[in-house]
């Protein structure tokens, strides 16, 4: 029974909360933030899954545990995750941290609201509104639009939803069933997320049409006129076609203005998928290698990946001018977008979304951009491709590495050749055993927790290193040390 | 020129970068939990847009801002934000602060990982696992699958994608062009979601079936499925029933036990949207709410708004035992899902998801229920309920205010009658007075800052105010103090 006294206190005690949040914050900065990013310190702490579940104390119980063993695990969750922000952690397209972004987060956690309306975002409402201008303007665009999305992939499924319903805007009350086969076109190394999105959107992966790329990844534009051509001449309507800035594996940028060229032909969306490399638009060095991109009708882009915007960070915008955004995706619930309100109501950007609760992403990237301007992202920008020339130039002088093709963006794809393999390139097992070689060494640098990179394989190539070099925080020495520890770690292979 | 110095410096200052969080942290503690929970100050500071864009200097520009002109943005953010944690912002179904949580939230953002595979994240990839079976145990099953999803639409938008995967595998392929038109059944007063998925998924919204609801907002048994007859009277297929458990507006559950018997009469998947009434499974006296939860294919549960978890934390929870997440949403990039590692790939459970970059929101929900356990979380939930309950007894008892039914959850819908009203319901003019009454009160409570509520019309019923009442820090004053505010802004109305 609850007495009336109980019921004028609060269920939670500030003091003990707040002394907690200072206990985790110091934590925070020293496991995570100091020995994470320390390279005398270990990347990760590898432990097999039914140890760490142990150590974890993972279990979830009726009764609470005291401060000071929850301390404890928060201690623990830190020590064995990955430290992605270390300077040899390669192993995705995020990595390193930046501390203005950082703290843009967390006063976003603590200020916990929900971009939907203006009411309860008004400072958000204007910034998400002026981050969006910004980034549009790199991609030359004075007006259009835009909205943040959980994703990348989330951005490139609402562009193609976005095309769908400007050709067909019955669709969104109708469905699919009174319409024409409609197919996508993109290349083979393309990401993943379009035909996820092909299939979500009840379009079907086999109506996404691969288009052949050339030895470096990159679309070939004659071969997308002609099966643009081919998918008409079977009756199926072409309404998009997703290019790619920056391909996931081999960081390939796609022949943007060329692909223009063809969509203007057959009047079809283009998307460009620049959720890795759009950041080299803020690059005045490397920003044409995205030449035609204001040809584009949208266009995907992640600042969480080149520019350590923190996870996640993941725009589309719209050349679009006309509110198709709102009106491919609204359901105006007057629950939430009450017309009577006594404010703008064009400021409620919800109806946007196919989200309801949508976490506020901008706040992390608007005060790292104050903080350093244009000018220190695109300082990073062209800094990453300064460390990769010099990587590059240092595997050519090593005799165990075998560049995939030259690279043009921050991922080298490479073979390394151990010793028993080299010069055996004619032998039966050669594609085999060298296939063996990254899982191997992969392994043990996990084990030992000296540094991440990535492996896969691509088409007919057999497993390779993907290494991504942008993190601020890498110097020229990190990528010697990673050279000599792939070496130390495959030389007996 | 960039000399061969500065390549071995990272572009990050540690030191500076660390004071300038320390300091951010010092203003969240003070402005935003001290300052934004203390019912002496404000909830919020409005100023119009125009006004609001100057303060914050939001302009993005070439060069960057020195520290101390960064650390006043992040005062103003947070001065000019919405106080959501504050006792008296019953605005949304979010709410409120848990320092657990938020203090899981800052690792979150420091750790900055993804949940895709065990390699980067195998903290969390064990925890979400965890947390999930915890959840899972709570409607009932001791088994299942499920997923966290960046907010409770795409939870339901995926329970409709995974259900058509289910009866027609083919569509992952091919689209819904070779099928039947398709049909999903769900009450006028459900969330607007499942009509913005429909939409998405090529569906159309003109196939999301209306079914009728009693005054309460409870969907009717017998109308579903006179509906579903009908529907395949006409050539539909019916796939799926979505249900309610807590509706946004008044807080109704459907009758889940009854609508479990229609959906296996059909054999139709049965989808529970309680993304808002879920965290009743937590409390011995009111989880019978929820009473047949256990017969769904498919919950979808929103910690982040009954529990205070934080936005985002929302899980699909799945009665599945045949992989069929990983089944309907992959599309196995061997960039990533190697599936010659040296551990157990199901561990790699990123292809499970449409999204790739997936946030980690487990930590959050996982360290506040490891902090207080499931009888803390059920006390919270009682405690609510209590609240209600007071509060509506006080409304009986004061002249203005008129109730639109009985709450049965903790949202109250409500009218508030100012004394020029009072006795006035025959006039022809009554509800279209009635109707301007809340938005103005609302008008000058925001700018007064005083509190914040919502408002809605419903059906044929006028704007009245839903106030919802979860969060841990209210107490039994603040009820009191909700009305006599109601009173003091809308008494000369
Ligand atoms: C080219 C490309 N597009 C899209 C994505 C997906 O972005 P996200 O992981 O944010 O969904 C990625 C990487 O993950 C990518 O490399
Ligand atoms: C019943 C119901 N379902 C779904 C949602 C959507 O959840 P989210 O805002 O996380 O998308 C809400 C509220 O927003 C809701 O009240």
């Keep these: 029974q609850t007495s009336h006294r109980d019921l004028n206190e609060p269920l939670i005690d500030h003091i003990e909360g707040q002394l907690f949040l200072n206990e985790t914050f110091k934590i925070i900065v020293e496991e995570v933030l100091r020995k994470g990013t320390d390279v005398k310190e270990k990347v990760c702490e590898w432990k097999e899954p039914e140890e760490l579940a142990l150590l974890l104390d993972l279990e979830l119980r009726a009764t609470g545990e005291p401060q000071h063993s929850l301390l404890q695990r928060v201690k623990d969750v830190a020590k064995y995750s990955v430290k992605t922000s270390?300077?040899?952690?390669?192993?995705?397209?995020?990595?390193?941290?930046?501390?203005?972004?950082?703290?843009?987060?967390?006063?976003t956690e603590a200020l916990n609201t929900n971009l939907f309306t203006y009411e309860v975002a008004p400072a958000f409402v204007l910034m998400e509104s002026e981050v969006l201008r910004g980034l549009r303007q790199m991609v030359g665009w004075t007006e259009g639009d835009g909205i943040f999305c959980p994703g990348g992939s989330t951005s490139n499924i609402y562009a193609m939803n976005l095309a769908r319903y400007r050709f067909f805007p019955e669709v969104k009350s109708q469905g699919l069933w009174g319409l024409p086969r409609l197919t996508i076109f993109t290349s083979p190394e393309s990401h993943y997320s379009v035909k996820k999105g092909a299939a979500f959107l009840g379009l079907g992966t086999d109506n996404v049409i691969l288009v052949k790329v050339d030895d470096g990844g990159h679309m070939i534009p004659r071969d997308l006129d002609e099966k643009i051509m081919l998918a008409k001449s079977q009756g199926a309507v072409p309404f998009l076609v997703s290019c790619t800035a920056g391909t996931t594996v081999q960081g390939a940028f796609d022949p943007l203005d060329l692909i223009a060229g063809v969509c203007e032909k057959h009047k079809l969306w283009m998307h460009i998928d620049a959720a890795w490399g759009g950041s080299v638009l803020f690059s005045k060095q490397h920003r044409q290698l995205m030449k035609g991109a204001d040809r584009a009708d949208s266009?995907?882009?992640?600042?969480h990946k080149m520019l350590v915007a923190g996870l996640q960070c993941s725009v589309l915008l719209l050349r679009d001018t006309t509110n198709l955004l709102k009106q491919c995706h609204s359901a105006n619930a007057t629950y939430l977008f009450q017309q009577d309100k006594f404010y703008d109501v064009?400021?409620?950007?919800?109806?946007?979304?196919?989200?309801?609760?949508?976490?506020?992403?901008?706040?992390?990237?608007?005060?790292?951009?104050?903080?350093?301007?244009?000018?220190?992202?695109?300082?990073?920008?062209?800094?990453?491709?300064?460390?990769?020339?010099?990587?590059v130039e240092q595997m050519k002088k090593r005799e165990g590495f075998h560049l995939l093709s030259e690279p043009e963006f921050v991922n080298v794809c490479f073979w390394y050749i151990p010793p028993s393999l080299r010069g055996k390139e004619g032998n039966a097992d050669y594609q085999e055993r060298l296939a063996k070689v990254a899982p191997?060494?992969?392994?043990?640098?996990?084990?030992?927790?000296?540094?991440?990179?990535?492996?896969?394989?691509?088409?007919?190539?057999?497993?390779?290193?993907?290494?991504?070099?942008?993190?601020?925080?890498v110097s020229q020495k990190d990528m010697d040390f990673f050279l000599d520890e792939i070496e130390r770690l495959g030389n007996d292979l």
Aim: proline content about 4%; some cysteine; overall charge positive.
């Design 440 to 473: 191997i060494i992969k392994e043990r640098m996990v084990k030992q927790g000296t540094m991440m990179v990535g492996y896969q394989p691509l088409g007919n190539r057999v497993n390779f290193f993907r290494v991504i070099v942008f993190s601020p925080l």
């Design 299 to 303: 266009v995907a882009w992640n600042p």
């Design 86 to 107: 270390h300077p040899r952690f390669y192993n995705q397209q995020f990595a390193g941290v930046d501390y203005h972004s950082l703290a843009g987060r967390f006063l």
């Design 346 to 391: 064009n400021l409620d950007i919800g109806d946007k979304s196919m989200q309801c609760s949508r976490k506020v992403d901008c706040l992390k990237l608007w005060l790292m951009w104050k903080a350093v301007g244009s000018d220190g992202l695109a300082e990073r920008v062209d800094r990453a491709f300064i460390h990769v020339r010099y990587l």
